[in-house]
């Protein structure tokens, strides 16, 4: 853990632009022609990112969607993406489901990479977009005061993991084949104080964002969007959980958001902990920590 | 072999953009704010594109200046750089090189992911450019009378990989830290009428070039340069072997390049075969062929 954490010290001391403070986090923009340009690159890894046997169409669906939350939180609108694909089992199914992502999401394959390898795949992909905002939202502008909202619910990822891991026969849509929130981010993106995409779990990215603004939030478990059938036993769970990528953000107080978004909490003067979960410090684990 | 190559061109008919044809071949070109935005994505994965044990800070210099390499032959100026890394052993090691190469070729890192797996590793980097030139240099513009030109050695890498790899102590560095020929490329991209980088080798990429021109290139092996240390009984083996990183390109007939430059042969009306060397088909593989 602790050489992982200072390698991702060490790549960020290289990295000269500021969006890249943010590597492994966030996207990079970058003025390209009198436009900002938004670029991301995530990686999925066999085992880690997805159940072995696992439907590579899904797993395909999953790699664009979850490159394209990134932009939706940046307000963007997708301009292409590229792939890096190692080659494998159940390739066909994997260009069925890239093409099924790409067709619903409109977004271009630009191109990419493939290489053989043996032992666990990795995928990446790059997906890059067009801010629709200036100034591009970020996670660092949440002021004190500021209501916190989120546009859907939490937890319905993980139920989902568990459907599919347990072949129990329930919905596992909401792991398998995630949406970004795109429209919400294009139409959020002129009135928020801060947003980003919740990959990682609701309490872990909030804590992020709280580092980011220097704000502290509090959150009430009450207003928490929940799936209907998670047992209210498991609430603080699936905070911690991710996959949901869903948009948190923060709007100014009086300003009502363009979407369905429900306020989970608000900001106040940072404290010593990032977030406060029904007036407490949370114990334990934020939520899944990047390698 | 033919389930990898119907992969390939499965992953090209989803890729709706003109410029994904050439999926893992070629850069894709954008226009963004009114210019042309050029972007590729690379793959290396350990055991293939790079001797297990060898130091993984020559890894990162090579995964850089690959991907540049693809910029200069669109005459791009880079203007940063994505990673996707799998943690490993010899992070720290990365890491230097990796900065090494951003210092040496001044382009900043933006952001990136990284991952934990098991296995052999696999890395990826999304390098950006802008086009300094337009038309953006393609491979398919070469004429029938266009002289072909190529900016440096072949065969160099290939002797430093047999360096390295025997421990024989002859100098490896062709092989561990390619230079990207960007200045050669921004000074030619207003004069070529197709131009690529060499990296999987001289007579596949030349027939690359020529089937997407439509033309025949004649090379004539008297005038590639080699390296003084390179057997003339190695010659037909080095024209095959790829990471030379080169320039290809052809030029108008009266037209003199403005870098060092070798012109080793010249387009001919279409044959069947697209390369003709000293006068006859080439027999066997070309180079290295992708997955």
Redesign the interface.
């Known amino acids: 853990m602790s050489?992982?954490f200072a390698?991702?010290n060490?790549?960020r001391g290289?990295?000269?632009?500021s969006?890249?403070r943010?590597?492994?986090d966030?996207?990079?923009v970058?003025d390209?022609?009198?436009?900002a340009?938004v670029?991301?690159?995530?990686?999925?890894?066999?085992?880690?990112?997805w159940l072995p046997g696992q439907d590579m169409a899904d797993v395909a669906w999953k790699l664009v969607a979850t490159n394209l939350s990134d932009l939706a939180a940046k307000g963007a609108e997708p301009?292409?993406v590229?792939?890096?694909?190692?080659?494998g089992k159940q390739?066909?199914r994997f260009?069925s489901g890239?093409?099924d992502a790409?067709n619903a999401f409109n977004v271009?394959?630009?191109?990419?990479?493939?290489?053989?390898?043996?032992?666990?795949r990795?995928l990446?992909l790059?997906a890059?977009g067009?801010a629709t905002h200036r100034p591009v939202p970020s996670r660092a502008g949440a002021k004190p005061g500021d209501p916190l909202w989120i546009t859907g619910p939490i937890g319905a990822a993980m139920l989902g993991f568990e459907a599919l891991r347990d072949g129990s026969g329930g919905d596992s849509t909401a792991f398998r084949r995630p949406v970004p929130c795109l429209a919400e981010g294009l139409a959020l993106a002129p009135l928020v104080t801060a947003m980003m995409d919740v990959s990682d779990g609701l309490l872990i990215d909030a804590a992020r964002m709280a580092d980011a603004s220097n704000v502290t939030f509090d959150i009430d478990t009450a207003a928490v969007p929940f799936p209907a059938d998670l047992p209210p036993s498991r609430r603080q769970e699936a905070m911690r959980w991710g996959d949901d990528y869903a948009l948190l953000l923060t709007l100014p107080p009086a300003t009502a958001p363009p979407c369905p978004a429900f306020c989970i909490g608000h900001a106040r003067m940072r404290m010593s902990s990032p977030v406060i979960v029904d007036g407490a410090v949370p114990q334990g684990a934020l939520g899944y920590v990047?390698?």
């Open positions: 050489k992982e390698l991702i060490a790549l290289l990295a000269t632009h969006a890249a943010g590597l492994a966030d996207c990079a970058l390209f022609g009198g436009e340009l670029i991301t690159h995530d990686m999925m890894v066999e085992g880690i990112h301009v292409g590229l792939l890096g694909f190692t080659l390739d066909d260009v890239l093409g790409l271009p394959l630009l191109g990419g990479d493939t290489v053989s390898a043996n032992g666990p990795s990446g790059t890059l067009r990047h390698d």
